[in-house]
């Protein structure tokens, strides 16, 4: 990658007034908390989560049964977390992207690409329906390739795309093409996925989903815990510090946080990701890098950068670093690392030499729920009575709605198009217990920060990772 001309106290200094919280949840329209639940509480289905994952479970399920008696309890408030953290792009894959998905269910791919398509359109119906203003853009994404062994990748993958049939709306861009839409000096190539991609404000989603689900009579309690799961009679029973709700169908949609079914547990690890925002652009600063038409971005390499800009025309610039904690603890001070803002600063710069100077206003972090297969998982426990899905691995902002529709599928107990999947049917391998998660994830992580140095080569760990199915790509 090029180097920009700012000193690294330069760079540094375009930090000075950064503040330490989430872009997104920093305004002053982010809604009061519902009440705690104290007492007791009884419905026909419990949520327990009240993020993306949560709401869409609950709002569908007042959709398929307006009569249904449905609450949900959050530990914090709606969106706090992943939901309301992330950099706003709403993928239509469910599979963490068509490589992901080519190399894990191959016959089904096109299947789970319709599916994933239909999905997108679904979310951009529900939010016309219910009045969900969250900046809905669909304006597509671009991955790009920032090193000549990336051009040669993404051409792979998008011949893959066309053999199957699934190339329509993408288009492959070679270098001046892809700086016709957004002008760096890093940038190699592209492939230009127009319709499979939508920016949105995700705390805004958040927040509009659990409106809508208060105006559908969902009873949503938030600040509510759930500390147990046990059963009771012919249904569950869920303790919270207050009280107790008991549920005929319960929906667990904790993601990161503990399972509360204890056999889940192994099948995530947190990874702390991290994002910054710039100030707002002037209409110089945007014409100097040519972003007229608001896509998203990522590049291609194993270590990864994802950039958007947000409706008041900041830059928003995310990921490299991931930071597992060891014992898979979730740990409130890696929320923010300074050394990782600094690190993620400098790369901007890198990327857009002609913004020399622009300051950020916004750095924070947060915690991805990641699995084996880097794709989400489901399962039903207790006879049936309780549903889970987890394991999105930071592409959770379109498919948690599927992945909401396959708990109501589950809880409901008959098969559907979903429930079928082999996706949906199986599960991904767990991780190890310590010391050899730890060993092995920082091994990973090496290695893929020397695949990205050797032009893409995958050294004996990640060809052996790769035959194991354990999916660390990017």
Not at 5 to 31: C, E, F, H, I, Q
């Amino acid at each position: 990658m090029a180097r920009s001309a700012m000193s690294s106290a330069d760079v540094l200094d375009t930090l000075a007034g950064v503040k330490p919280v989430p872009y997104w949840l920093d305004d002053p329209a982010r809604p009061a908390a519902e009440p705690a639940l104290t007492g007791g509480e009884q419905c026909d289905l419990l949520v327990v989560g009240g993020g993306y994952s949560g709401l869409w479970t609950a709002l569908g399920a007042k959709e398929r049964d307006p009569g249904r008696e449905v609450v949900l309890i959050e530990a914090r408030e709606a969106g706090w977390a992943a939901s309301g953290r992330n950099g706003g792009f709403c993928a239509a894959s469910l599979t963490h992207g068509f490589g992901n998905g080519l190399a894990r269910w191959p016959g089904e791919l096109p299947k789970l690409e319709e599916l994933g398509a239909r999905n997108l359109d679904e979310i951009e119906a529900a939010l016309a329906r219910h009045g969900i203003d969250c900046d809905f853009e669909r304006t597509g994404e671009i991955d790009v390739a920032t090193a000549p062994h990336q051009v040669d990748e993404l051409t792979e993958l998008y011949g893959e795309m066309s053999r199957l049939g699934l190339a329509d709306g993408v288009e492959l861009l070679d270098r001046d093409a892809v700086r016709e839409q957004v002008d760096s000096p890093t940038f190699h190539g592209g492939l230009h996925d127009r319709a499979g991609v939508a920016m949105l404000n995700p705390a805004k989603l958040a927040w509009g989903l659990k409106a809508a689900c208060l105006r559908l009579g969902v009873r949503v309690h938030e600040n509510t815990p759930a500390t147990a799961l046990v059963r009771h009679g012919a249904g569950m029973a869920v303790r919270t510090p207050y009280g107790r709700v008991l549920a005929r169908r319960v929906a667990l949609a904790t993601n990161v946080f503990p399972s509360l079914v204890k056999r889940v547990r192994p099948l995530t690890v947190p990874v702390y990701d991290y994002a910054l925002t710039t100030e707002p652009l002037t209409q110089d600063q945007l014409d100097a890098i040519g972003w007229k038409n608001r896509q998203g971005l990522g590049d291609a390499a194993n270590q990864f950068h994802y950039f958007r800009l947000t409706a008041d025309h900041r830059i928003l610039w995310g990921g490299y670093d991931a930071v597992y904690p060891y014992g898979g603890k979730l740990d409130a001070a890696l929320d923010h690392r300074p050394e990782t803002y600094a690190r993620l600063a400098g790369h901007f710069f890198d990327c857009f030499p002609q913004l020399a100077g622009l300051r950020f206003s916004h750095a924070w972090g947060g915690a991805i729920d990641t699995c084996s297969r880097f794709s989400a998982f489901f399962g039903t426990a207790h006879q049936g009575r309780v549903a889970y899905a987890a394991g999105y691995t930071g592409l959770g902002v379109g498919a948690t709605r599927f992945g909401a529709d396959v708990m109501l599928d589950l809880l409901a107990g008959e098969p559907t198009e979903r429930t079928c999947l082999e996706m949906v049917r199986t599960r991904p391998l767990p991780f190890p217990p310590e010391p050899f998660a730890w060993a092995g994830i920082g091994l990973t992580k090496w290695s893929l920060a020397r695949a990205d140095a050797h032009a893409g080569h995958r050294n004996l760990w990640l060809r052996t990772m790769d035959r194991l199915g354990l999916g660390f790509d990017s």
